[in-house]
């Protein structure tokens, strides 16, 4: 007998006021842990002593150019993924 | 990394998607890629500027429908649906759920409503990310003017 799948939803929101953003970031695995940098935001970068600990790095990083940019009324410059291929993409969903 | 990385086998957005509850099997209707928008034409003739980008037109594709489906997942794992405005990564909506298989050589499918998409001028990408940050898949939808209408 096969046993069906079971899926269950857990939350459903919606943004209207663009404060959440997805942070496109490479994670490159390196000796002592990992590096990590934004793909489609030029000079952000991070890194980390774990995959988790770099994610929320860049995440704030993220943030951060996010809202500088913002504060000085500035156009965001955003450009075409930059991804390196020997690193890993992680979509992170990001408030501003 | 933890588990294998499930395998997304499928990705549409579709105007309706039944399910035919003896066989188990889903019928996709109206998929589509392009979303015209136009201005709204009230009933005594004028045209209502102010409600521009509100009204769609071609399909009925105000709440519409996710079909997807999974392999190779295994016990309880975590998605995500992001729709996500390209030209800046801004998302519009974020649906979290879960599936639990016992077997993941079981194919998944489901079907989720989806809340109106926005109809301003652009490209945008529904998105499949597994455990918050890792991309399975993407389908994307253009958002244009009637034909013969200047962006």
Avoid at chain 1, 41 to 68: C, D, M, T, W, Y
Avoid at chain 2, 31 to 48: E, K, L, Q, Y
Avoid at chain 2, 123 to 132: F, K, Q, S, T
Wanted: proline share 6%; glycine share 6%; aromatic share 8%.
């Amino acid at each position: 007998m096969i046993t069906e799948p079971v899926f269950e939803k857990i939350e459903q929101t919606t943004y209207s006021d663009h404060s959440r953003y997805e942070c496109r970031a490479v994670l490159i695995k390196e000796d002592d842990g990992y590096s990590v940098y934004a793909s489609r935001l030029p000079g952000v970068h991070s890194q980390g002593g774990s995959r988790k600990e770099a994610i929320a790095n860049i995440s704030e990083a993220f943030v951060a150019a996010i809202e500088s940019y913002t504060s000085m009324s500035r156009d965001i410059p955003w450009r075409d993924a930059d991804v390196d291929a020997s690193g890993e993409e992680v979509w992170i969903l990001v408030d501003v | 990394m933890a588990g294998i990385k499930p395998v997304l086998q499928a990705l549409l957005v579709a105007d309706h998607v039944y399910q035919d509850k003896l066989t188990g099997k889903h019928v996709v209707c109206g998929v589509f890629g392009v979303m015209f928008r136009h201005v709204a034409t009230p009933s005594d003739g004028t045209v209502d500027l102010s409600s521009d980008n509100r009204i769609k037109s071609g399909f009925n594709s105000g709440s519409p429908f996710a079909f997807l489906s999974l392999i190779d997942v295994h016990g309880e794992q975590k998605f995500s649906l992001r729709y996500v405005r390209l030209r800046d990564d801004a998302v519009s909506f974020n649906i979290k759920f879960k599936v639990n298989s016992p077997d993941r050589l079981n194919p998944c499918q489901t079907a989720i409503a989806l809340p109106p998409l926005p109809v301003v001028d652009g490209v945008y990408a529904l998105e499949l990310i597994w455990n918050d940050v890792e991309p399975l898949g993407s389908y994307r939808i253009s958002v244009m003017p009637p034909s013969g209408e200047n962006l």
